[in-house]
């Protein structure tokens, strides 16, 4: 063999300009964009409800001279509460990695972003739990033969009414409660099929540039916002193989939400936070780093506290199955 040979020439080590670790973006995550985020200062309280008959019901008289102007009332449920439960997760980074660490590993930087990542997919995952599911004032279910109570036809069938079906459930939303809904939320999958959808297509054909994108999505729907949570969720334990899935699928959400907060304003959820904790941000959130004497380890901790509350069924139309 001749000399020297390729392994006296070089060892190989880490590059020190790549590597790959599945970090999803912020923006797939959307349970800090679908409803207003209340702060609180207490990690439980109540809020008030006004009812929705006494507010829309006519009960103005004609009046004639010399008698009692027609009056009414109209009552307030205090009863209505939230309970922010806290979440937390961390990761330790003992002292003795981060000296002997070659480029490009960073224990600090990349504890940080897993755990800003842990954080994020268990925020997601109890924001689809709570709103993404049958609790609405109405609950559809798609299906591929002919539609009966409570159903439609789901959306890649070739006889699905995709326009129809979100005008009637806008309708439905907004002669019930006086609201134009005003948000849509739809799965990465539903996306994909209203993309190629011959009605869709057809609908837009003459726009600029005649290509199917959220933006047009949210004009065609007439909706102010169209959210698609895109996160993706490994359900596997550790040490198991990998079991990857969206923690949203199939479904949508139509509803209406203010874009804050505020009295005398109904919106389908809350998002309420607990702020009463130091370096809290509005979503009851924060990452610190402490030090761990006792195992020679820094540790940096995320947590949050907050609970998305559903607070107006009416103002929601949930469909499930939306394609097969």
């Not at 998305?308 to 499930?320: E, F, M, P, R, S």
Request: a neutral charge; one cysteine or more.
């Amino acid at each position: 063999m001749s000399q020297p040979t390729p392994g006296d020439v070089h060892v190989n080590r880490l590059l020190g300009n790549i590597s790959t670790a599945y970090i999803q973006k912020q923006s797939a995550f959307i349970a800090d964009k679908a409803f207003p985020v209340v702060s609180v200062d207490n990690k439980s309280d109540r809020f008030t409800s006004y009812s929705k008959e006494d507010w829309l019901r006519d009960e103005a008289q004609e009046r004639a001279p010399g008698t009692e102007s027609a009056g009414g009332s109209y009552e307030v449920d205090t009863s209505p509460s939230f309970l922010c439960r806290k979440y937390a997760f961390h990761k330790d980074i003992d002292d003795d990695t981060r000296s002997n660490q070659d480029r490009p590993i960073d224990a600090d930087r990349d504890g940080t972003l897993f755990v800003s990542q842990k954080m994020l997919l268990k925020r997601e995952r109890i924001w689809a739990s709570n709103y993404m599911t049958n609790v609405w004032g109405t609950n559809l279910v798609g299906v591929s033969g002919s539609p009966g109570s409570g159903e439609f036809k789901q959306w890649d069938q070739s006889t699905a009414t995709i326009l129809k079906n979100i005008e009637d459930w806008k309708e439905l939303i907004a002669s019930t409660t006086g609201y134009e809904p005003n948000v849509l939320i739809c799965a990465p999958d539903v996306l994909a099929t209203l993309k190629v959808s011959a009605e869709i297509k057809d609908t837009i054909k003459y726009t600029q540039k005649g290509v199917v994108t959220e933006h047009l999505l949210a004009e065609l729907f007439g909706v102010e916002k169209f959210l698609v949570p895109r996160g993706v969720v490994n359900t596997a334990a550790k040490g198991k193989a990998g079991t990857f899935q969206r923690i949203v699928s199939k479904k949508i959400l139509l509803c209406y939400a203010p874009e804050k907060p505020s009295i005398l304003m109904p919106s389908a959820g809350y998002i309420f936070s607990w702020k009463g904790y130091f370096g809290a941000d509005r979503f009851g959130a924060r990452i610190k780093k402490f030090r761990m004497e006792n195992v020679e380890s820094d540790r940096i901790e995320g947590e949050m506290a907050f609970d998305c509350k559903q607070v107006a069924a009416d103002l929601g139309v949930y469909a499930a199955n939306v394609i097969a």
